[in-house]
């Protein structure tokens, strides 16, 4: 063992002692060094520097011209348009900075770089599922344009004016005056009402009239509070169907149209309804609430009891 370890063991006897002009020497000398591979590898680094000043000009008026297009052509939303031109300069401005990296450093291989990333991005989807859903959700409504800014929509639960849609989320500003804040991802995969999609909207309730009162001239009645109300479409024009004959009336269906939105459509139901019932009571024209007939029978002997009204034979 002892042979293994003086085997093992440098000569110190023959080694001279380690000075402080020692260090000093091997100090200036790496700082030599490095100083003459520097100014080696200046020019290289200029040449560098300038290609990737050079991408990231070209990245700027990228983004620029594709904002410029997008105001021009108004077929392209701004916000879809701003992140097309943010990916695209990010793009350019990376393949800049590997081409930078290139000729400054010779041994430097982008393809490694992108083989870690590929490695990588599998596991970010994975723990970022949820936010990538929404993301590429926001991108398609972008994109598709299933409804826009201004436009009330209903989704789920929500329904509103629409606010502001991003990456992220919609937000919806509720007829009660709250704030929703809907991802992207629900609001894509889910059933969705747009209510103001066009610019009229049709309307409709039952009115009730009584079985001995006139239809044709509850009919008529109604069409003529139609016409007279502000707000109410004369093209396509309003109209009334006889839809059931319920237990204790006959049910009339009103159609009419109007502008689409809520406000609008609150409104001039209001005005209708109104009317339509001050009308059929100007008229004499019932409009019956459900109601129960109890016909009461005496017996010879005892209190009296439900009974069914007589046959007509008897």
């Not at 790496?30 to 070209?58: H, Q």
């Not at 329904?159 to 009660?176: A, F, W």
């Not at 004959?245 to 209001?270: C, I, P, R, Y």
Request: charged share 20%.
């Amino acid at each position: 063992m002892l042979l293994l370890w003086s085997f093992l063991q440098p000569d110190r006897v023959n080694q001279p002692p380690f000075t402080i002009n020692d260090g000093i020497t091997l100090f200036w000398g790496t700082i030599r060094d490095f100083l003459k591979g520097t100014a080696e590898r200046l020019p290289y680094l200029i040449v560098g520097v300038f290609v990737y000043f050079f991408f990231w000009v070209v990245s700027r008026l990228v983004k620029k011209a594709i904002n410029n297009v997008a105001k021009r052509s108004n077929s392209i939303n701004n916000m879809l348009a701003s992140l097309i031109s943010r990916i695209v300069g990010a793009l350019v401005s990376v393949f800049g900075f590997l081409a930078a990296c290139v000729i400054v450093i010779p041994s430097f291989k982008p393809g490694d770089i992108i083989a870690g990333l590929g490695i990588s991005t599998v596991a970010i989807g994975f723990a970022f599922k949820d936010i990538l859903q929404n993301y590429f959700a926001g991108l398609l409504i972008l994109w598709r344009q299933p409804f826009k800014v201004g436009d009330q929509i209903r989704v789920k639960d929500f329904e509103g004016t629409v606010e502001e849609i991003n990456m992220r989320s919609t937000r919806l500003k509720t007829y009660d005056g709250e704030r929703a804040i809907l991802p992207n991802g629900d609001v894509y995969t889910s059933v969705m009402l747009v209510r103001t999609a066009y610019n009229i909207r049709r309307v409709k309730f039952v009115v009730g009239i009584g079985y001995p009162d006139s239809i044709e001239e509850a009919r008529q009645v109604i069409h003529t509070v139609l016409y007279g109300i502000e707000g109410v479409l004369k093209e396509p024009a309003p109209w009334v169907y006889v839809t059931e004959l319920a237990g204790s009336s006959v049910n009339l269906t009103v159609f009419f149209w109007t502008e689409s939105h809520q406000a609008n459509v609150l409104k001039v139901s209001d005005q209708v309804v109104t009317g339509i019932k001050l009308a059929l009571d100007e008229a004499s024209i019932d409009m019956p609430f459900p109601h129960t007939v109890v016909l009461l029978e005496q017996q010879p002997q005892g209190p009296a009891i439900l009974s069914r009204p007589p046959s007509k034979k008897q």
